[in-house]
C-alpha cells in the first residue's frame, strides 16, 4: 500500500503526521543505486515527501540491512499459520532525486526480483535458509525445531516454499514505474511442519534484491517475530543478525557523503 501519491512524475506526500516520540507506522525496506549495485537502506513511508514532524526523515537512510517484523496468526484454527506482508520495498521517484543525500534513484521500468539465501556462515555452520531462536535466555540461533517452512509469494504466482535446506530465486515483485517509484510487498507465510502448528519465537530469514540492469544487494536478513511477544528479546535477536550482515563500510558511507553518520542495525517494518 502506496502512503505516498505518485503522479505525472511528481509526488505528493501522506499529511498525516506524527506526534514527537510517536514510532513511525510504516517502515519499508529502502532500495536505491549506488556505483551501478543495488543498495539497501530503510524509509519511513509515513514521512516521504516531507509529511510528519521535525525530525521524521523524509528521504530514508542507507546502510540498513536488517528488518524487524511480526507474523500475525493466522489460519484455522488461529495460530496454525503466521502472516506478514513486511517488509515493504520502496523506491524513491525521480522527482525526488535531487533532493536525495546518498545514491541516487534506480532505473525506470526495470524488473525487480527478490532471491531467498542461505544463511551467513556466521550464524549457521552448514547451508540453511530458515533460522529460529526461543526468545529465552541468550539469543542462540539454530535450526527450525519442528520442521517449520516458509511460503514467500510474489507478483504472477512467483515465489515458492522456502524450506531449511533450499533457497527460492526469481520471486517478483513490482517493476519500476517510469519514474523509478514502487512499493510494493511479498507475502510471507510461516507453516508449521507435517501436523504441528509454528512453534513461538522468532524466525530468521535470508534475501538478496535485484534490479534489472544493475548488480545485486548484499545479503540482508529479516527477523520474523510469532506468538512471542518481547520486544526486547526480538530487538536482540535482530542485533545478532545486525553483526552477520554487515551495513556498508565507512569507504562506502563517505562516497556517500554520509561519513560520520550512524546507523540503527535495525528497523522495524
Request: include cysteine; hydrophobic fraction near 40%; aromatic fraction near 10%.
Amino acid at each position: 500500500m502506496a502512503l505516498a501519491a505518485i503522479f505525472a512524475g511528481g509526488l505528493l506526500g501522506s499529511t498525516s503526521a506524527l506526534a514527537d516520540g510517536e514510532e513511525h507506522g510504516h517502515m519499508d525496506a529502502l532500495v536505491f543505486q549506488d556505483g551501478g549495485k543495488v543498495q539497501m537502506g530503510f524509509i519511513d513511508v509515513d514521512c516521504f515527501g516531507g509529511a510528519g514532524e521535525p525530525g521524521c526523515d523524509p528521504d530514508g537512510e542507507p546502510g540498513n540491512y536488517v528488518y524487524e517484523a511480526e507474523l500475525e496468526e493466522g489460519g484455522s484454527p488461529v495460530g496454525s499459520i503466521g502472516l506478514a506482508e513486511e517488509p515493504g520495498f520502496f523506491s524513491i521517484p525521480s522527482a525526488g532525486a535531487a533532493a536525495l543525500p546518498y545514491g541516487s534513484v534506480l532505473p525506470a521500468n526495470a524488473a525487480h526480483t527478490l532471491s531467498m539465501v542461505y544463511a551467513p556462515s556466521s550464524l549457521a555452520a552448514t547451508s540453511t535458509s530458515i533460522l529460529y531462536w526461543d526468545g529465552t535466555g541468550a539469543v542462540n540461533f539454530g535450526a527450525v525445531p519442528n520442521g517449520e517452512t516458509f511460503t514467500v509469494e510474489g507478483n504472477n504466482a512467483s515465489g515458492g516454499i522456502l524450506n531449511a535446506a533450499s533457497v527460492l530465486s526469481g520471486i517478483e515483485l513490482d517493476s519500476t514505474s517510469s519514474n523509478s517509484f514502487f512499493d510494493t510487498h511479498p507475502d510471507f507465510t510461516l507453516n508449521g511442519g507435517g501436523a504441528s502448528d509454528p512453534t513461538d519465537g522468532f524466525y530468521a530469514l535470508f534475501g538478496v534484491t535485484s534490479i534489472a540492469g544493475l548488480s545485486s544487494s548484499d545479503k540482508w536478513g529479516v527477523v520474523f517475530g510469532f506468538g512471542f511477544e518481547d520486544e526486547e528479546a526480538h530487538e536482540a535477536a535482530v542485533d545478532v543478525v545486525a553483526a552477520a550482515v554487515p551495513e556498508p563500510g565507512t569507504a562506502l558511507l563517505m562516497g556517500l557523503g554520509l561519513a560520520g553518520l550512524a546507523f540503527n542495525g535495525r528497523r522495524r517494518a
